[in-house]
């Protein structure tokens, strides 16, 4: 007994290492072995793709005969002569210019409205959600068209204040604001996120602030937003690319057409219609090149920008 | 008197305070309503019949029928809704396996285990998840159409055995990394390799992460609609989403009914997530930053 109980700690001592890098070595090989999913969805469906399609975008595909080497005649007729393709250009810059401030804006006002500790806030929290889980659905796009079409409670509603728009998604001024309705609807996923930085702002600067005299305005201007900054950046890349890759209320509610006058074609659904329609795989392939090199550069510069506004609490006033 | 004098104020402080948050729960009732109009409408238009869908404003149909139900359950475009149901079932569930098998593999990889080349990959693995997938579609389209697996529900599945939802990868991967190390040490020193140590330390205690990778990779796949759309071609194949949007084609005022019926189908899944699992959801969202 009192034997055993003097050696197992020296055999620990000595056991430790040996069983550390043991496990090491062959865990360099296991690594692989867990790894070999991941490892070959990087390379086969991602890497592999994507020099695949910057090598088809300087060609002309069909998918059934071999591509045709034509240089940068797809990037030359996209830019300068191809109409359509800046109609979807416009209307996605408007999309996202439009629907991401507007989103963010409508989550921070709630998120601040939620935010009292007040009795039964986790409920409404969920209710402010759920049309962030239903919103990606075709089922509420077709909603969404019936009520902003024809005879619709939208242009019944209008109707009553004198307006009279008639049906809104077939006319080329209103059919993309439906599109930008459909994107604010679902501000609760970004509200959710914000409600959560609301929680980490320490109450006591609000207190110090309100013995300093600062109303409401103020306190919001000097405690909240700077606090909140971090998450309001966070939010902001998250939806501006996500807004870049819209879609489905797009494709639902124009009839996959873009229209009318291309006022709903947003890249990617003209990307399709080259793509899949038309079978341009070149064509696609050059505008799916143009929207990565868009969407990182409008990445970079948001981070870039961040500077001068992101405030981290510790680092120090500026 | 002095009593009364401390009373009275507080009384009526407290008084001040139930009206105000009477007048709180009131407002934020009234934008939820507002808010959540679009579904009640959806779900009322689907048990008015033909000649009330849009002739009325009434949000309560006057004469509730279960007739477009019944119209979607006597088949839609030639085939039985059950099929499109099962195939949409088929095509998330198949997400789901492939998801939680291929992202905690390679969670625990990255999380735990030592190997050269793990800083860079890592790096590497991070940057995908902002990818646009417009950048992979198509060569992965002609990979597809190569092997002659276009039409059938592999382009959906496969990927997701391979580990391809980049962003499922690192939230498992954090909460890896938050697990303590203790417990797989003891495994070691109890002669677990890291396959068994995976096994049964390892993924037993990841459960949160894998509830919260099925949940979101379940509902955003029933949603999908420009994958299958992609992918799917023949109406056998057709997953709810894309045999809706059959309807879109004839809008006639007539498949009004029957379509909203079976757009409210189409949501009862996720809604039935969405009542079970409502907390870790929005948990999920406020903790890890997911979109929904």
């Not at chain 1, 501006?240 to 879609?247: R, V, W």
């Not at chain 2, 709180?24 to 019949?49: G, R």
Request: aromatic share 14%; with cysteine.
């Amino acid at each position: 007994m009192a034997n055993t109980a003097l050696t197992r700690p020296a055999r620990q001592v000595t056991a430790r290492p040996a069983a550390r890098s043991r496990s090491r070595r062959r865990g360099q090989g296991a690594a692989y072995v867990f790894l070999s999913p991941w490892i070959v969805g990087a390379t086969v469906l991602t890497v592999g793709p994507m020099l695949a399609s910057l090598y088809l975008s300087f060609t002309d595909y069909d998918l059934f005969d071999s591509p045709r080497w034509v240089g940068l005649d797809n990037y030359v007729r996209m830019f300068t002569e191809d109409d359509r393709y800046w109609h979807a250009v416009t209307a996605t810059l408007e999309y996202v210019v439009v629907s991401v401030p507007l989103k963010l804006g409508l989550a921070l006002a709630v998120a601040m409205l939620l935010n009292r500790g007040r009795r039964g806030t986790g409920l409404y929290r969920s209710a402010f959600y759920a049309p962030s889980l239903l919103g990606a659905s075709v089922s509420v796009a077709l909603v969404w068209r019936a009520m902003y079409g024809d005879g619709g409670v939208a242009g019944r509603v209008l109707g009553v204040f004198g307006i009279d728009v008639g049906s809104m998604v077939d006319q080329p001024r209103y059919a993309l604001l439906t599109v930008i309705a459909l994107a604010v609807w679902q501000f609760g996923a970004p509200m959710v996120i914000f409600l959560a930085g609301l929680k980490q702002v320490p109450k006591e600067l609000y207190e110090a602030a309100a013995l300093d005299g600062a109303g409401p305005v103020r306190r919001f201007v000097a405690v909240t937003l700077p606090m909140l900054s971090p998450v309001l950046l966070f939010n902001l890349v998250l939806e501006t690319i996500h807004a870049f890759q819209s879609f489905t209320s797009a494709f639902i509610i124009s009839s996959g057409r873009g229209g009318p006058s291309d006022s709903t074609l947003l890249y990617t659904l003209y990307l399709y219609q080259r793509g899949f329609t038309d079978f341009r795989m070149g064509y696609a392939s050059a505008m799916a090149w143009v929207l990565l090199v868009v969407v990182g550069l409008i990445t970079v510069l948001l981070f870039r920008g961040a500077n001068r506004w992101v405030f981290y609490l510790g680092e120090g006033r500026r | 008197m002095s009593v009364q004098a401390t009373v009275r104020p507080a009384a009526g402080v407290r008084r001040l305070r139930s009206v105000r948050s009477v007048l709180w729960h009131v407002a934020v009732t009234v934008v939820v309503l507002v808010l959540l109009y679009p579904v009640i409408w959806l779900v009322s238009t689907s048990f008015k019949p033909a000649d009330e869908v849009l002739s009325r404003l009434a949000l309560l149909p006057e004469h509730a029928t279960g007739d477009n139900y019944r119209q979607v359950f006597g088949g839609v475009a030639g085939y039985s809704i059950w099929q499109y149901l099962g195939n949409s079932l088929a095509v998330s569930a198949g997400a789901v396996a492939g998801n939680v098998l291929s992202c905690s593999l390679a969670a625990y990889a990255f999380g735990r285990l030592h190997f050269r080349g793990r800083g860079p990959l890592f790096g590497f693995m991070i940057s995908t998840i902002m990818l646009p997938q417009h950048v992979v579609l198509i060569p992965q389209y002609i990979i597809f159409h190569k092997l002659g697996l276009v039409n059938s529900f592999w382009p959906l599945i496969l990927p997701k055995f391979l580990a391809t939802d980049a962003f499922f990868v690192f939230l498992m991967v954090q909460f890896v990394r938050g697990l303590p190390r203790e417990l797989d040490e003891t495994a070691t020193v109890d002669g677990c390799g890291p396959f068994r140590t995976f096994w049964y330390v390892i993924l037993p205690l990841l459960r949160p992460a894998v509830i919260t990778t099925s949940i979101f990779t379940f509902i955003w796949t029933w949603n999908d609609f420009f994958t299958q759309l992609i992918y799917l071609n023949d109406p056998s194949k057709f997953t709810l989403p894309l045999a809706l949007q059959i309807f879109v084609d004839q809008s006639s005022q007539s498949a009004y009914g029957p379509m909203f019926a079976m757009s409210v189908l189409a949501l009862v899944p996720i809604g039935l997530f969405f009542l079970a699992f409502q907390r870790f959801l929005v948990e999920g969202v406020s903790t890890s930053g997911l979109k929904g």
